[in-house]
């Protein structure tokens, strides 16, 4: 079993050197019968490209490339409907940029700031603790793929960074989903390209990234091997993955209780449980155990700090005698070498 629990990451796998390109290409493949597509520039907006098996075309919508299958737009229409529903609801989104540039460090909006403050601190740790080591890996700068992307804050600043991020996500609103990536086409010396597509079903050939993150948004994984599976697909090898701000449970009858609570919670505020998709919604040891033995991936569970009031939620809880509350911890995976 790989799975260690540090304060510091360790993993420095040694690569050769990669040779950078000034322009950048993406080889894609079809959504609907798997075939490579061929290369593409994923900035050429006013182009189209389809394949030459089943005739899907991918296409573009405000500058996001349209990476659904058709039955697949249909299966996932509840879902968006509802998720983009709620997160109105809730506030997300602003009509300016100053409250997406500042993500994830402060929510100028107030609306949500106690999110934002966990996201923050991960990001904190990602920056200072991760990104530097796979910086000395990858020094010509990664290829790095956002999975559940959101309104790209994550592309944004991996992109600042120097490195080279592509978005996905089934969102395009311009308030919460990558037509929110507008607000940061100003700020960069070239735009970072964004896709339509479900993270079961990448639009990419093998081999394309370095580096996959999912940022707040494995939990919505269905599947779990099935999802990494595609993602390690789409991976140099030995490839990286990241996830970060997914919610982890020691015991998974507390994960069970949360995912009711929630539902229930949403029946009762918005007329839906949200359960159109058989989200995961949690992780716990025993998951990160799974995905090792199926996957063959070495996982380290890095734990940032997100101040001593939540630190002690635990103890609280206990008090109180409810459940134990999520952590959001980051877990950083690699394919074990034999």
């Not at 593409?40 to 907006?45: A, E, I, Q």
Request: hydrophobic share 35%; aromatic share 12%; net charge positive.
């Amino acid at each position: 079993m790989s799975t260690t629990f540090a304060t510091e990451p360790s993993l420095s796998p040694t690569l050769p050197p990669r040779v950078d390109s000034s322009r950048r290409t993406l080889r894609l493949r079809c959504p609907v019968c798997a075939e490579s597509v061929g290369p593409m520039d994923p900035l050429d907006t006013s182009s189209q490209l389809g394949c030459s098996e089943c005739g899907f075309v991918f296409k573009t919508l405000c500058g996001t490339w349209k990476a659904l299958a058709p039955s697949r737009e249909q299966r996932f229409e509840q879902f968006i409907r509802e998720y983009q529903a709620v997160r109105t609801r809730e506030g997300r989104g602003s009509a300016g940029a100053h409250f997406y540039l500042s993500l994830p460090y402060k929510d100028l909006t107030g609306r949500n700031s106690w999110q934002w403050k966990i996201r923050g601190r991960s990001f904190r740790f990602l920056e200072q603790k991760i990104l530097p080591v796979l910086e000395e890996i990858f020094p010509h700068r990664a290829d790095v793929l956002d999975i559940g992307a959101g309104n790209c804050w994550m592309s944004y600043r991996l992109a600042l960074r120097g490195h080279r991020p592509t978005a996905v996500d089934l969102q395009l609103d311009d308030q919460d989903g990558l037509g929110a990536a507008r607000h940061y086409l100003n700020y960069l010396s070239e735009p970072f390209p964004r896709f339509q597509a479900e993270m079961d079903r990448l639009p990419f050939d093998e081999g394309t990234f370095d580096v996959a993150i999912f940022n707040a948004s494995f939990h919505y994984s269905e599947d779990y091997v099935r999802t990494l599976k595609e993602a390690l697909r789409c991976l140099r090898p030995p490839g990286h993955i990241l996830i970060v701000d997914s919610p982890f449970y020691k015991r998974e009858e507390s994960g069970r209780q949360m995912v009711e609570e929630r539902r229930a919670k949403f029946q009762e505020t918005y007329g839906f449980r949200s359960d159109s998709i058989s989200s995961r919604e949690f992780l716990t040891a025993e998951t990160m155990n799974e995905l090792t033995r199926e996957l063959g991936l070495a996982w380290q569970i890095c734990r940032p700090w997100h101040g001593l009031s939540w630190a002690l939620r635990p103890l609280r809880a206990r008090l109180l005698g409810r459940r134990e509350p999520a952590k959001f911890l980051i877990a950083w995976g690699t394919v074990e070498t034999q």
